[in-house]
């Protein structure tokens, strides 16, 4: 599967952003879906995620309450919808899929990611 993120930009801090991540290749219906990001020097962490099925989702304690994740398997899209953005969610945003026979489980480590977006560039300026 290839996966296509888009929607970065340059935002000033409390402004919204609509992170968009479309699949080709094959239907996302079998994938678990989730978004990491990566700052300049540090290591690439983990944002959020979506399990395959029942719209399961998980965030890190530092967007939870801030960021959404949604999917639509019709489309092949998985969302990310990042409210009350702060300067430290400046970072390249990356979707990744997991081909998961589990219909519940998300992994939480990039490493067990099989399939990754070309990243998407997210500024916040305070």
């Known amino acids: 599967v290839q996966l296509q993120a888009s929607g970065g930009g340059l935002v000033q801090t409390g402004d919204s952003l609509r992170l968009s991540c479309v699949a080709s290749?094959?239907?996302?219906?079998?994938?678990?879906m989730a978004w990491f990001r990566q700052a300049p020097g540090k290591e690439r962490e983990f944002v959020g995620g979506?399990?395959?099925?029942?719209?399961?989702?998980y965030y890190s304690e530092s967007v939870k309450g801030r960021f959404d994740i949604s999917r639509d398997n019709n489309k092949n899209t998985v969302i990310l919808q990042m409210n009350s953005l702060k300067p430290e969610d400046t970072a390249i945003y990356y979707c990744?899929?997991?081909?998961?026979?589990?219909?519940?489980?998300?992994?939480?480590?990039?490493?067990?990611?099989?399939?990754w977006g070309q990243g998407t560039l997210v500024t916040v300026s305070s």
């Open positions: 990744a899929a997991y081909p998961s026979a589990s219909l519940r489980h998300l992994p939480r480590t990039a490493g067990e990611f099989h399939y």
């Open positions: 979506i399990t395959r099925s029942f719209g399961l989702t």
């Open positions: 290749g094959r239907t996302l219906s079998t994938y678990a």
